[in-house]
């Protein structure tokens, strides 16, 4: 079997090594996660050049809250002000922008500006960006199984029934598709509960580069590590 020639369709991005970009250079962590920040509109810059059709950003973890309120409270409002910033640009440019995890628990400010570019941006056909916020893959899928326990216990659906695609369509956002290309930024080896069931047969490409120092070419060299590993699906080389 051939290397894939192809360019991956829908990309993942762990964006790790905020905190450490900043403490390298004596900043203060909230530093790091402003250039992170700023970083997003580079990455998306290098999707829409690849042609992928989706980026899914892991923005905020389940896990995350376990930090200080401040660097919390300070993340959410980097959210804010990325919206406003860039929101206009994004529709411009046919950017559809979503936010998959649970909204619900954020504060006022970042469910408003949430819904209002998601509805600003809806009618696009272009780059799908899929920001995780509030994030975590196994509530995700938990949320999915209790929904299906419901429909059965409602007799909407069958036990039978139940298969792979009734899990999807109970996702988050049932048109978030699976990740072709997984790529973690920060030296960490692991997927820190991100897409797991959209992940299932994704190439993962980790990288010590901290994510406010992957640019342009750092996410070409992501691509290359994909256009060389063999996607098999299970199956055997038959080359
Ligand atoms: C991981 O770095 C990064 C985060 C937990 C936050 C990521 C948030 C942003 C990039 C900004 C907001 C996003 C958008 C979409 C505008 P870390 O703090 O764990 O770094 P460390 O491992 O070096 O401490």
């Not at 860039?86 to 922008?97: F, M």
Request: charged share 25%; with cysteine.
């Amino acid at each position: 079997m051939e290397p894939n020639p192809q360019n991956p369709s829908n990309i993942g991005i762990i964006m790790d090594g905020n905190g450490r970009w900043a403490q390298s250079r004596n900043l203060p962590r909230a530093a790091g996660h402003k250039r992170g920040a700023e970083n997003v509109r580079e990455a998306i810059t290098c999707a829409s050049l690849a042609n992928a059709k989706s980026l899914s950003l892991f923005a905020f973890s389940t896990e995350n809250w376990k930090r200080p309120a401040s660097e919390v409270d300070y993340i959410m409002s980097l959210v804010v002000e990325y919206l406003a910033k860039e929101i206009d640009e994004l529709k411009e440019k046919n950017v559809v922008i979503k936010f998959i995890g649970d909204i619900s628990a954020l504060p006022i400010k970042c469910r408003s500006s949430i819904a209002d570019s998601e509805e600003k941006t809806k009618g696009n056909s272009g780059l799908a960006v899929n920001i995780a916020l509030n994030y975590g893959a196994r509530a995700e899928i938990t949320r999915a199984a209790k929904q299906l326990a419901q429909d059965a216990l409602a007799s909407k659906i069958t036990i039978g029934s139940i298969g792979e695609e009734s899990i999807s369509a109970r996702l988050y956002d049932s048109s978030v598709p699976d990740l072709d290309l997984v790529i973690r930024t920060g030296a960490e080896k692991r997927l820190s509960n991100f897409m797991l069931w959209q992940a299932a047969y994704a190439e993962i490409y980790f990288t010590d580069i901290l994510w406010p120092d992957f640019g342009r070419n750092e996410f070409r060299d992501a691509i290359l590590f994909y256009q060389g590993r063999q996607r098999r699906y299970g199956g055997i080389d038959e080359g």
